[in-house]
């Protein structure tokens, strides 16, 4: 009986559960792929579907977790989360089952309790704690056949990288939810394929978990043996070469209209995926080609230097985003705080012409403009827009994406590096209330601060929210290294000892909110740390320590084997940087 998952084919999740039928509706069967001698029938039904606990000898052992994204619902009252789905860089930021009409504590719904057991076990310290972690199975609602329902793609093999306790809204009513970063994990050895033995096995109550091993993929069994070390190493990446770029492409050739954001799916082999229908969650835009468009945007050259017209429009419509507002924004709205932007931030010999971006923008592939009559030949005037005041902004699409955290930290550094590196970006991102994206600390929650003029120099007063750290961490991680700084090794002498400081990876300040873990912390001597927070350092994918601006070496990373550094800080740092998207 075949029993192969194959990356990217679509099977038929049909009533009809017969696994005896091979194929229905030129598709093959999953129940057929997936039938056991050991497990019950899979489900399909939820977004979150474990697969029931078997007894063994040592204890119980869950075979897998499927999961199911759904883009049909995507966005209303019942489900209003958007999944992200970035398999070219082997990376799904995916919701919890928590809604707003359940009335339990978050993490109690039964998606989320089992997703939260599975993140304890994908954090274990140990190879033989990893061992029994429970792998997730992802799988794509597509649509064939003229119908949305009753088919899935396979997407692949994931561990829980991080998660985060959010608050979404619904109507207007807020309540708590988890997302989850998950680690997709490279299937190549197998030629994209998983073998449905292995769950099996991981199913059969006589087998022992080491055992199962021998059925599990190479990627899987590496990171049992070295943990969320290996992600850099066994992550899904894409099989076509992405081009490096140290400098921007910009063209100063006139606009044309790009293509649909509509990249083939990778390691695709359906032959029928040309079929009419919805269009497919693994053929929306992708983070990796959110990041291309951003960095290929078309600007115009003045005196040989790059326009700041579009990018300064599309970081302000990122700034809503973040800020909760809708995505489009009428014409009047976009002229005022979009001209005054230009007015500060563009180029000093440039005219303020927000009505430029507000227009040229949709050639971009990430812009949309409503409300205008059937396009004109020719560009309006901006008489015309403060007449019909029309809207525009972000697609959908690309608002979907950077309601995402990480990939708005990406897209932000993207825009700063490409285009904006000229410009006070500490003033610019605080004046549109980004401030914090300049630097990986981020900044401490101000409440209310008043100046008063009691002294020969003004003094200010008020109240300060801090973040409180664990000093004790800190001395620990200094302890563990000898107060030498982790990339130069600098141990500084002092009067009454040594002396070296604590950096967190992922700032514990807005709007990053790291944690105040060990694994979020490294140990510098004073001037790597100011350039690790300043974003002068990066440290890339090798543990090599390279410079923002032309990425040479520094120096290599060195660790601890008591101090497990989390390989998603590290991430969101190079987002920071603008070179996590190369």
């Known amino acids: 009986m075949r029993s192969q998952l194959r990356v990217g084919e679509v099977l038929r999740s049909a009533q009809n559960k017969n696994p005896e039928i091979a194929v229905i509706d030129g598709y ?41 994204s759904s883009p049909w619902k995507a966005g209303s009252p ?54 029994r972690a429970v792998p997730l199975l992802v799988f794509a609602a597509v649509s064939r056949n003229k119908t949305p329902k009753g088919y899935v793609e396979f997407c692949g093999v994931a561990v829980i990288e991080s998660l985060e306790q959010i608050e979404q809204n619904a109507n207007g009513r807020p309540y708590p939810n988890y997302r989850y970063d998950l680690a997709v994990l490279d299937l190549s050895s197998e030629n994209d394929q998983l073998d449905w033995a292995w769950i099996e096995a991981r199913g059969n109550p006589g087998l022992r978990t080491d055992d199962t091993l021998a059925h599990a993929p190479r990627a899987w069994r590496e990171w ?74 078309r600007v115009h050259q003045n005196n040989g230097s790059a326009s700041r017209h579009k990018p300064l429009a599309i970081l302000w419509a990122i700034s809503r985003i973040a800020n909760g507002q809708p995505g489009l924004a009428p014409w009047r709205q976009f002229r005022d705080e979009v001209g005054g932007l230009l007015a500060e931030f563009g180029l000093p010999e440039s005219s303020t012409t927000p009505e430029y971006p507000f227009w040229h923008l949709r050639t971009s592939g990430l812009w949309d403009l409503n409300g205008l009559p059937p ?8 008489a015309t827009f403060d007449r019909l005041n029309p809207r525009a902004g972000l697609t959908e699409q690309a608002a979907n994406l950077l309601s995402d955290s990480f990939v708005r930290t990406q897209a932000i550094a993207v ?90 990876i992922r700032g514990l300040g807005r709007p990053h909110h790291g944690p105040d873990k060990l694994s979020n912390l490294l140990v510098l001597c004073p001037n790597h740390h100011v350039q690790f927070d300043a974003l002068a350092i990066y440290i890339d994918t090798n543990d090599t320590v390279r410079m923002t601006t032309d990425n040479s070496p520094v120096g290599e990373l060195r660790r601890h084997p008591a101090q497990p550094i989390d390989e998603a800080h590290l991430r969101y740092h190079r987002a920071l940087c603008g070179r996590d998207h190369r």
């Not at 899979?42 to 499927?66: E, Y």
């Not at 009409?101 to 954090?123: D, I, K, M, Y």
């Not at 229908?277 to 080609?289: F, L, N």
């Not at 396009?375 to 901006?382: F, G, I, L, N």
Request: glycine share 8%; with cysteine; net charge negative.
């Open 28 to 68: 093959p069967n999953i129940h057929h792929v997936t039938a056991s001698d050991h497990l019950a029938q899979i489900q399909l039904s939820k977004g979150i579907n474990p697969i029931a606990q078997v007894r063994t000898p040592r204890g119980q052992r869950r075979p897998a977790i499927l999961i199911r």
């Open 78 to 131: 019942e489900t209003p989360w958007h999944d992200v789905f970035d398999l070219d860089n082997g990376h799904i930021s995916y919701f919890g089952d928590h809604r707003v009409e359940h009335t339990v504590p978050v993490g109690s719904t039964q998606g989320n309790a089992r997703l939260l057991e599975a993140f304890t076990e994908h954090a274990a310290p140990t190879a033989d704690q990893r061992a």
């Open 415 to 504: 825009l700063r590096e490409t285009y904006l590196a000229d410009v006070d970006q500490p003033a610019l991102l605080e004046r549109l209330g980004l401030a914090g994206y300049e630097s990986a600390s981020g900044v401490p929650d101000d409440i209310e601060d008043q100046e008063e003029e009691t002294g020969p120099a003004a003094r200010r007063t008020g109240m300060l929210s801090r973040i409180v750290r664990d000093t004790e961490l800190a001395a620990r991680v200094k302890q563990l290294h000898d107060d030498r700084c982790q990339v130069c090794g600098l141990q500084l002498t002092t009067r009454f000892g040594t002396y070296s400081e604590a950096a967190h």
């Open 375 to 382: 396009e004109p030949s020719a560009k309006p005037h901006a």
């Open 224 to 297: 049992v043996e070295h943990g969320h070390a290996a992600l850099p190493r066994v992550r899904r990446q894409a099989t076509h070469a992405t081009p490096t770029r140290t400098t921007p492409r910009h063209a100063s050739g006139g606009d044309r209209e790009l293509p649909g954001l509509f990249p083939k799916p990778r390691n695709s082999r359906d032959t029928t995926s040309a079929l009419p229908g919805p269009v497919e969650p693994s053929q929306q835009m992708a983070a990796s080609v959110l990041m291309d468009r951003l960095g290929s945007l």
